[in-house]
């Protein structure tokens, strides 16, 4: 069965991506006009009409390494640069995040608040750009059109279907070790106190009700937890109080450079070449040496360092060197090497010198083929 999975995933992932971003650049006191013109070239490449039309049809989730692929593309949508090793950590943590978000969400259709969480945040990122904001406020729109009159049982299916996805996802992250939701093990404790769904009456009491419908008798039980009952319910709006503050912004109240990341994958490495190899290099061919390049050499590149100091950052990238991966902090590199572009350009022009080859009737062969073409004409 194909479902609409892949909107909540981009939107929900996106908007990790974004708060990590935010909030390096402006600890490291990035120029001002540089952190927003990478806030807006990611968002209005992911809020684009055809981007959003292409992830609302109905379709089966990405592999893990093809919805990496289009997210790295969508990285690299503006000035700054990412190294493969920071881009998978840069993933692990949007990943873990929005699994913990999921796994916390109270009811099936409280995905949508959290993503509405995520869009509102967005639409603050842009805020003093009315061209893009436009652009995310129709697709919340879309997202509402498409998304409200499903019913329960149908969020019910969404949800397991991105938790099915990933649960072979353990990495620890020590934002989460530290607050004691997630184990050693890289699996998070969720909690056995606060409210309960909206609608649902705190667990710890049973109730036997005669033949006409009259109580009779009522007793107590221990639930192991401490239940309230439940808050109000947010607002399915475009704009209003989403109560709940799963899917905000966790990093607006912590200090990122203690947000590291280690492995703890149960299934094995995949050990098969990438089928989207093509198109990432052309992608970078194409970001850092083949696509305006006039325009790039004038803007000034900048280094993004998620560790806490430089020492921290050498001493990591010798011991990941040195085959430890443990704890490895994400480094975003946005230096600009010119004989670098030069190279990756000259290696896309070979791969648009080869001959076209006719697609099936079925379409592409690769999953996300579609949507990293639709990108290159962005």
């Known amino acids: 069965m194909s479902m609409r999975t892949l909107p909540l995933v981009f939107i929900n992932l996106g908007g990790e991506m974004l708060y990590i971003l935010d909030q390096r650049l402006q600890t ?8 927003q013109k990478v806030m807006n070239d990611i968002i209005a490449t992911m809020f684009s009409k055809a981007f959003m039309e292409e992830l609302l049809k109905p379709q089966d989730l990405y592999s893990n390494r093809a919805l990496r692929t289009v997210l790295t593309r969508l990285a690299h949508a503006s000035i700054m640069r990412l190294n493969p ?3 998978d950590r840069l993933y692990e943590l949007m990943v873990m995040a929005f699994k913990y978000q999921l796994l916390l969400c109270p009811r099936p259709r409280d995905l949508l608040i959290i993503s509405y969480n995520h869009i509102d945040a967005i639409r603050e990122f842009v805020r003093d750009t009315p061209s893009v904001l436009n652009q995310v406020d129709e697709t919340h729109r879309k997202i509402i059109e498409v998304y409200t009159p499903l019913s329960d049982g149908e969020f019910q299916l969404l949800r397991q ?5 990933l649960q072979d996802m353990h990495v620890r992250v020590s934002l989460f070790l530290k607050d004691k939701v997630q184990n050693p093990n890289g699996r998070f404790a969720l909690s056995t106190t606060g409210p309960v769904p909206h609608g649902t009456e705190v667990p710890g009491l049973i109730r036997m009700f005669s033949g006409n419908g009259k109580e009779w008798k009522r007793w107590e039980f221990p639930t192991g937890g401490s239940y309230t009952s ?20 966790m990093y607006s109240v912590t200090q990122p450079e203690e947000t590291h990341t280690s492995k703890n994958y149960s299934q094995k490495a995949n050990s098969e070449p990438n089928p989207l190899a093509k198109e990432e290099l052309n992608l970078l061919a194409r970001l850092l040496g083949g696509m305006k390049v006039q325009n790039r050499n004038t803007e000034t590149g900048f280094r993004v360092n998620l560790f806490a100091t430089d020492q921290e950052e050498e001493e990591a990238g010798a011991s990941g060197a040195n085959g430890d991966q443990s704890f490895q902090v994400i480094n975003i590199q946005a230096t600009q090497d010119v004989q670098v572009n030069t190279e990756l350009a000259r290696i896309a022009g070979e791969f648009t010198g080869e001959p076209e080859q006719t697609e099936s009737p079925e379409g592409p062969s690769n ?12």
């Open 28 to 35: 490291q006191n990035t120029a001002d006009d540089n952190t």
């Open 230 to 249: 439940s808050i109000r319910v947010g607002s399915f709006e475009r704009f209003g109080d989403r109560v709940s503050r799963i899917g905000t912004n």
């Open 367 to 378: 999953k996300g083929d579609d949507l990293l073409a639709m990108m290159d004409e962005l």
């Open 85 to 87: 090793a920071s881009m």
């Open 161 to 165: 279907t991105l938790l099915i996805f």
